[in-house]
């Protein structure tokens, strides 16, 4: 109190601890942390409590357990007799099956759609925009419904699916497509891709090393598509062709032998990407409209052709627009795809509810749910900074 | 890593909200004034909303008979209606006081997941229906390998399904969705060659199909499974009320005490008949249970006895059509037995 009066009476109030703004930044900071501990020893403590009054006991042991049940579609060799965690695993790969497929497909839609919407047709243009309109305003899980219930579920029974090329069967079990089967040998033609690949790198260093030395220019595009194209096949062609193909057959009850890719995979790829797209193709947009019109005049006026303005100038500052509200929409897509439990799609929270019902052992599950999405969603974070490091614009 | 889990665990734990088991359901449901029960979202026969929007059926009827035990009164029940998958979520966090939801006895739900089973109010067994329209020559199980198979997940029918699959060394791919709902559709819609579930299950859902007279369902029955209503360990009290309003609905039948002679019945010199409907001078059966000494009697105005609840909601008074056979009373050939009040 007697500092106060002190405070009030002088003149220079700097000297004063109280009006001191380091030392009341300090304070704050301290207090905001000091409730923040609190408040998560609260939870901690409050939910450990709970927890021993409904006797309940928190451990993971349940995981090694005999599962007992089977799942529809596993990317890796799993039965019944596998425990709780490969089923997990199982889920876990589905998830990210769905999520890598529909990232890729969702940018490529999404850009071409984007694209289009600047397009000089009126009918693209058009036609664009209302996809745009149209997949942006629904809901995901409604998309998801309409391919499901909609196109895949009306398709013909197994025993009159319509016929694609290449031996591919379609029919409201799924689509059947012919699956290679690598024999033996085959292992050449994995290393010679890999080669292809590291010579791929090679060409293209040392073609821009003497583009910038002597101004010389060479075809690496074309030169990089002959070597991962061509060496696999002339390693496949030196072990003397270890692969057949396995062609669906129908069955009694459906198409045996080929690769099955179930309606509950395709219904939900497919929406995800759609949708997803319809919001990537307006980041597109704005990205390239982004960059200021002053750029191109610019670039032409240095004698650029039209093809290489847009690859060195539009594009390159389009992208550090694009980039980090496109992370955003991979990670949307990534989430999203745990509405797979609407169509049985056996993703991880559906193999995980499993598990959570069978055993009932909630706060677990719920817990590996979230750990899980958290790392999926930071390393897609992590690996999209990188990038967006990489393309953002640099100021010298 | 570790923090990270805790905080998690937290943040779970607090959506739960837990308002954990107290001993005393019973008082509780009397202060709340209402009986908190789950039941299935629809199961034409077991429990349904009917065309008045209110929920009927076998089980629905194990929950008005339990509200009018202690009340009285069968319309004070509140019903949350749940999937095969969160029916034990509710029941362990204390959302509800009991559950009546075509449910399996098992041991490990006895003990894992701490439920205790009230009786068997239905004998079932698992079974499967194919559309024998599509399926011609179809007639055993066993002839089934490489179908795709329609199940809702979280049951033990899935778990059976794997192992018969298995045991028969029988492929099949499982297409598994949560709400009952969906399974319903993607069998109609021909996803799957194969609808399992319990067979009274299947007689219930083929009426809801679109061609109810293509499907049939194949002689096989693959397990037991024994339905029954359950409460949460840790109140025995509230356990007896359940366990005994199952028991007094079988006495009952036993007696021939029905909903429309139980008053007339009150008279009976038959003095088993008497203790039962609470008639016996200084009985105290009902007070130690902790409900009034004509809890029968209430139970039996509102609901009926066993019989009475199979045949309108299942049996011959339904569109289903279930004979009673292993559910009739054991003085019938049937495994319905209850122990006596006494």
Known sequence: MAATDQVLGSEDSRG?????????????????????????????????????????????????QRAGFDVGQSLIQYSSDSTQLDALIVGLLNTLLVAAAGIVTATIIGFVVGIGRLSRNWLIRKFCQVYVE??????????????????????????????????????????????????????????????????????????????????QRFPVFWTNVALIVGLPLLALAAAGFPLSFSIPKLGAFQATGGLAIGPEFLALYLALSLYTASFIAEIVRAGILGVSKGQTEAAYALGLRPGATTRLVIVPQAMRIIVPPLTSQYLNLTKNSSLAIAVGYADLVSIGGTILNKSGESIQIVAIWMVVYLSISLATSLFMNWFNSRVALVER | MKTTVKVMLGAAALGLAVPTASAATLDDVKAKGVLRCAVNTGLAGFAAPNDKGEFAGFDVDYCKAVAAAIFNDPSKVEYTPTTAKDRFEVLANGTVDMVARNTTWTLSRDTTLGFNFAGINYYDGQGFMINAKKLQGINSALQLSGASVCVQTGTTTELNLADYFKSNNLDYSPVVFEKIEEVNAAYDSGRCDVYTTDQSGLYSIRLGLTAPDDHVVLPEIISKEPLGPLVRHGDDQWFDIVKWTHNALIIAEEFGITQANVEEMKNSDNPEIKRVLGMEENSKFGTDLGLGEDWVVNIIKAVGNYGEIFERNIGSGSPLKIARGVNGL???????????IR
């Open chain 1, 16 to 64: 004063s601890l109280l009006y001191n703004p380091v030392v009341r930044g300090v304070f704050f900071q301290i207090l905001v942390f000091g409730g923040l501990c609190a408040f998560l020893y609260w939870i901690v403590h409050n939910t450990q409590e709970n927890l021993a009054r409904a006797g309940r006991n928190v451990s993971f042991d349940f995981l090694y």
């Open chain 1, 134 to 215: 149209t997949f942006r305003n629904i809901p995901p899980l409604l998309v998801i419904f309409f391919w499901y219930l909609g196109v895949l579920a009306i398709l013909p029974g197994p025993r009159d699916s319509f016929k694609l090329p290449f031996g591919s069967l379609l029919s409201n079990r799924g689509l059947f497509v012919p699956k290679p089967v690598w024999e033996e040998g085959s292992w050449l033609v994995g290393v010679a891709f890999l080669i292809a690949i590291a010579m791929g790198f090679f060409v293209a260093r040392k073609a821009s090393a003497r583009q910038a030395a002597t101004g």
């Open chain 2, 330 to 340: 054991w003085t019938k050939g049937g495994l319905q037995y209850a122990p006596p």
